[in-house]
């Protein structure tokens, strides 16, 4: 039985994916520590996604100095973290920020606020995991806590799966069959640049180019896009997920509204910092 997203691509984009197999080499997320869905079908749907978005936010994100190739690029990358050694034995929960880490690497010669706004907005994708992660320490968390987990990352290698030659050929085969010529090009080059990698580092150069907001004014709206894009792909995956996932909304809803209820009868005696609490919504 094919996964819910090979079967979307197929009946609503009439795309076939070039590997024929039952189980795909490379799951899009965990479920209970199961792997599900298929990373080649979820990321051909964000740049299916991203080509319709552009449609309509297109003249918007030049005023932002933002071109199309930008999007496109970091929806390519958003989930690249997800074919590393570790992610695929269950070791790397923050796949957003090997993802933001790959991206720097891989667009090493754009220009530099073009690319750190690429890897920002890839790295904040998926936020909202590390406020969860954060917010579960004994102390109130701080905005300087975020970035220990992206320093966390500055001496460790990222290795790619063995396998993940093989996925970049059959999303190189399906983006090129699908996307408009002006926009399969800047697809084609990133994967020929991902095939020519597979360990990658996080400098302290790069460091600082995910911590500072320098490139903020870009990333942003490329966040905003890249994450209503993200939404719409693993719509795909059927309404268990989605159920799930409403689940631990609610239950971290309530738990938000708990903290910030402790911070409020507190009488702001805490230092002036940004709290995480404040920012998970």
Request: with cysteine; aromatic share 10%.
């Amino acid at each position: 039985m094919k996964e819910p997203e090979c079967a979307a691509l197929e009946t609503v984009f009439g795309l076939r994916c070039p590997l024929s197999c039952l189980r795909p080499p490379m799951p899009s997320y965990f479920d209970d520590s199961e792997k599900k869905g298929c990373w080649i079908a979820h990321t051909m749907l964000m740049l299916a996604e991203s080509i319709e978005l552009l449609k309509q936010t297109e003249k918007a994100l030049r005023r932002k100095g933002l071109e199309p190739k930008h999007l496109l690029a970091a929806a390519l990358l958003h989930d690249i973290g997800k074919l590393t050694v570790d992610y695929l034995n269950g070791k790397d929960q923050f796949h957003n920020i090997t993802s933001a880490v790959i991206a720097l690497n891989v667009l090493g010669d754009w220009e530099r606020e073009e690319r750190d706004a690429v890897a920002q907005a890839v790295l904040l994708h998926h936020e909202y995991r590390m406020w969860r992660e954060l917010i579960e320490l004994p102390t109130t968390p701080m905005i300087s806590d975020y970035f220990s987990l992206i320093r966390s990352k500055k001496r460790r290698r990222i290795t790619m799966s063995n396998k993940y030659i093989d996925a970049l050929d059959a999303l190189d085969a399906l983006s090129a069959s699908y996307l408009p010529r002006e926009f399969g090009g800047i697809c084609r080059e990133i994967i020929s640049r991902l095939k020519a990698g597979s360990d990658y580092y996080l400098s302290q150069k790069d460091e600082h180019a995910l911590t500072s907001w320098r490139a903020a004014h870009k990333s942003l709206p490329l966040y905003y896009l890249l994450q209503l894009a993200d939404n719409r792909a693993a719509s795909a995956r059927g309404g268990q997920y989605w159920r799930n996932r409403l689940k631990e909304a609610v239950e971290e809803a309530r738990r938000s509204a708990s903290e910030f209820s402790d911070i409020l009868i507190s009488k702001f005696k805490y230092k002036s910092s940004i709290y995480l609490s404040l920012l998970k919504y």
